[in-house]
C-alpha cells in the first residue's frame, strides 16, 4: 500500500509543480490559440511520438478529429504512426530514424501544427519531423521531460514538464493535452456558432 501511495504522491508532486510553473501554463495557453488559428485557417494538427507517447499522441489526435465534450464537427487531426505499412516499409527500407520526417515533407503544408511528444526531448525521428516541419512552414508544439532536450530549439511552443521520471511525464503530457483539447472544442466551436 505504502509503495502505491508514494507513486501516487509522486504524479501529484509533479502537477503541483506544473500549477506554479507559469511560463509552461502560458505554453498550454499559447498552443490552444495557435490550434484554433490553424483550424480556422483550414490548416491541421499532426502528432507523432515513440511507444507511450506514440498512444498520447493517437489518443489526443482521436479527441479532435472525433469528439472531446461536445458533439460536433471532426477536426482535421491525425496521429503519423497509424499507418503501420508505411512505417514498417520506410523503417525497413530507410530508416526508422526518418518515418515522421518523410510524411511530413509528404503531407505537412505551411501553417500546419506539428505535436511532437518525447520525454526526453530528444527522439531522433521527433526530431528529424520538427526540422523538416520548419522547412514546410509549419508550427511546432513539442510535449517533453523538464530540460526539453534537442526539441526545445525547434518548438514554437515547449511544453516541458518539471520531471525527469518517463511515467509521470506521460500522465502529465495527456492531462495537458486533454486541456488543450477542450479549450480548443470551446474556442473553436463557439467561434463557428457565433
Do not use: W
Not at 510553473?21 to 490548416?43: C, S, T
Not at 461536445?70 to 499507418?83: G, I, K, S, V
Not at 530507410?94 to 511528444?117: C, H, P, Q, T
Not at 518517463?166 to 503530457?173: D, L, N
Request: with cysteine; aromatic share 8%.
Amino acid at each position: 500500500m505504502e509503495k502505491i501511495k508514494k507513486i501516487i504522491q509522486a504524479s501529484i508532486e509533479v502537477k503541483q509543480n506544473i500549477l506554479t510553473d507559469d511560463r509552461l501554463l502560458l505554453g498550454v495557453n499559447d498552443a490552444v490559440n495557435i490550434i484554433v488559428n490553424a483550424f480556422e485557417k483550414g490548416n491541421k494538427v499532426l502528432f507523432c511520438g515513440n511507444g507511450g507517447s506514440a498512444s498520447d499522441a493517437q489518443h489526443l489526435a482521436a479527441e479532435f478529429s472525433g469528439r472531446f465534450y461536445t458533439d460536433r464537427d471532426a477536426l482535421p487531426a491525425e496521429a503519423l504512426h497509424c499507418n503501420t505499412s508505411y512505417i514498417t516499409a520506410v523503417a525497413n527500407d530507410y530508416s526508422y530514424d526518418v518515418i515522421y520526417s518523410r510524411l511530413i515533407k509528404g503531407i505537412g503544408n505551411k501553417g500546419d501544427v506539428l505535436v511532437g511528444l518525447s520525454t526526453s526531448g530528444n527522439s531522433k525521428n521527433i526530431v528529424k519531423a520538427f526540422e523538416e516541419a520548419k522547412e514546410k512552414e509549419m508550427i511546432t508544439i513539442a510535449f517533453t521531460g523538464s530540460t526539453g532536450g534537442k526539441l526545445k530549439k525547434l518548438s514554437d511552443i515547449l511544453i516541458n514538464v518539471p520531471s525527469d521520471d518517463t511515467p509521470r511525464i506521460q500522465e502529465s503530457h495527456i492531462t495537458l493535452g486533454h486541456i488543450i483539447c477542450q479549450f480548443v472544442e470551446e474556442i473553436y466551436f463557439q467561434d463557428t456558432n457565433d
